[in-house]
């Protein structure tokens, strides 16, 4: 292996080690496991390892991610998606695996679609489509430059193991370059030994970065998980840490004895020194005259929850989330106007999602066609991505709304909506549109239009008679 070879491993392999710090703490907030760094300076030592899980991070990220489902791909002047382009789409399983990137890209900023050509050795691979794959930023690493924004190189680490540290040397590594793909594993003493080269001549790198919440200053993208989150989140968690302990001892009353003996309270005078290790709602009985109880009023929890409240308040101001989704609504349920005007920020963050992303999917489908040698002109660098509708209104009103579209007419006579746009709105995939049309041509109606063929539309709306 060439010198410059070794040299460009070692740069990627320290670019992607520097970029996993944040990944743990990223993924940590999204699971709910990690630990505020302060909790309760008046909380019991037994008490302070208790772990509370707040998961508003995680229903953030899933909130938005649920509404971004890509339906097909429609080249410039084309009024459909483009069907090799969505059958490529779906040999590779990307309906599900999209949600991963997806997922991936709003918990640590970054996510990567990688496109190679498909294996001719392999029995189960079509050769007729190419491979699109989704990584993690656990396992890849793009170096992109600041001046126009592409990937010079990449990289893909695997491990198989970890060491002590809990990190071990990686076993195997793919660089990607804008000519050539190739294969390193790690052989120990001798160092990087080359495994497979495969040249592709592309002039562009076949790793596309799915980036999150970048900047002009930022091209790496961030996580969708922020600061003032966290920091709620945080707070969340102490504040319900407390709680569980104020109600663990205090929220039931508490009895002072007076007068009476220990070995009165229980059944085995040797552990008479364990019966103040006394369970909930316990009825202590004694015989001594002269005794007498005394009881303290039970810990009011109310503070706690009225915390906990503006917090979520809080979190969904930074977020958007609706009031609904984080559990602090008004006993009346919300009309559907209502929720439709609780969810209109969250609705255009997942539209400026589908935006950004839009672009690294249509630039990874570019890179596809290149791969499968088909040509990419002007109407396939103006490709546009297919989303579903990211609002949730109701199917009755969008029907509504469509048909009105559908039957007004331009003065020309001519229907606002075809009826091929109907379909697309109300949401219907490529397949089941075909299936519409097939069966209309089924239909007697589709029939005779076949037997008697295309008719010339007049010009304009049919003239009424003059007057006589």
Not at 75 to 92: F, K, P, T, V, Y
Not at 427 to 452: I, V
């Amino acid at each position: 292996m060439a010198t410059n070879e070794q040299q460009l491993i070692a740069e990627l392999l320290s670019e992607f080690t520097a970029n996993q710090s944040g990944l743990d703490e990223n993924t940590a907030y999204y699971e709910a496991s990690h630990r505020p760094t302060a909790i309760g300076v008046t909380t019991p030592p037994q008490m302070q390892k208790l772990l509370v899980a707040v998961g508003w991070p995680r229903v953030y990220i899933t909130s938005i991610e649920e509404r971004l489902d890509i339906e097909g791909f429609r080249m410039a002047g084309s009024a459909s998606g483009d069907e090799e382009l969505w059958s490529w789409w779906q040999a590779n399983q990307l309906d599900e695996l999209s949600s991963f990137a997806h997922t991936e890209a709003l918990i640590h900023g970054r996510s990567y679609i990688i496109v190679s050509a498909p294996d001719k050795e392999d029995p189960l691979q079509d050769k007729n489509t190419p491979v699109i794959e989704v990584e993690s930023p656990r396992r890849v690493w793009a170096d992109i430059n600041p001046r126009n924004g592409r990937v010079r190189y990449a990289i893909r680490v695997v491990r198989s193991q970890t060491n002590a540290l809990g990190v071990a040397p990686p076993d195997y590594v793919t660089i990607y370059t804008p000519n050539e793909t190739v294969g390193y594993e790690n052989s120990g003493k001798n160092g990087w030994v080359e495994d497979f080269r495969a040249k592709h001549n592309l002039g562009i790198v076949p790793v596309v970065p799915l980036l999150n919440r970048t900047r002009l200053s930022e091209i790496n993208g961030q996580s969708e998980i922020t600061t003032e989150l966290r920091s709620c989140t945080d707070a969340a968690a102490r504040t319900m840490m407390n709680m569980q302990a104020t109600a663990e001892l205090m929220a039931v009353p508490q009895r002072l004895l007076f007068g009476v003996k220990p070995e009165e309270l229980t059944d085995d005078p040797t552990n008479s020194h364990k019966v103040f290790e006394a369970y909930i709602a316990r009825i202590l009985a004694f015989e001594d005259p002269e005794g007498r109880a005394q009881q303290f009023s039970a810990a009011e929890l109310r503070n706690f929850t009225e915390v906990l409240d503006h917090l979520a308040k809080q979190a969904a101001t930074y977020t958007g989330l609706p009031p609904q989704y984080l559990s602090f609504t008004s006993d009346n349920p919300a009309s559907a106007d209502a929720i439709r005007a609780a969810e209109s920020r969250l609705v255009k963050k997942a539209e400026r999602k589908q935006r950004i992303f839009g672009a690294a999917w249509e630039q990874a489908m570019r890179i596809a066609m290149l791969v499968m040698d088909r040509k990419v002109g002007v109407n396939e660098m103006r490709m546009e991505t297919i989303w579903r509708d990211a609002s949730t209104p109701t199917f009755a009103a969008k029907v509504d709304g469509v048909v009105k579209l559908a039957t007004a007419t331009t003065p020309e006579g001519r229907p606002i909506l075809p009826i091929e746009g109907a379909r697309m709105e109300l949401g219907y995939s490529e397949e089941t549109r075909k299936q519409f049309e097939q069966w209309e041509r089924q239909s007697p109606r589709g029939r005779l239009a076949d037997l008697y063929g295309p008719q010339d539309l007049p010009e304009g709306p049919p003239k009424q008679a003059e007057a006589v």
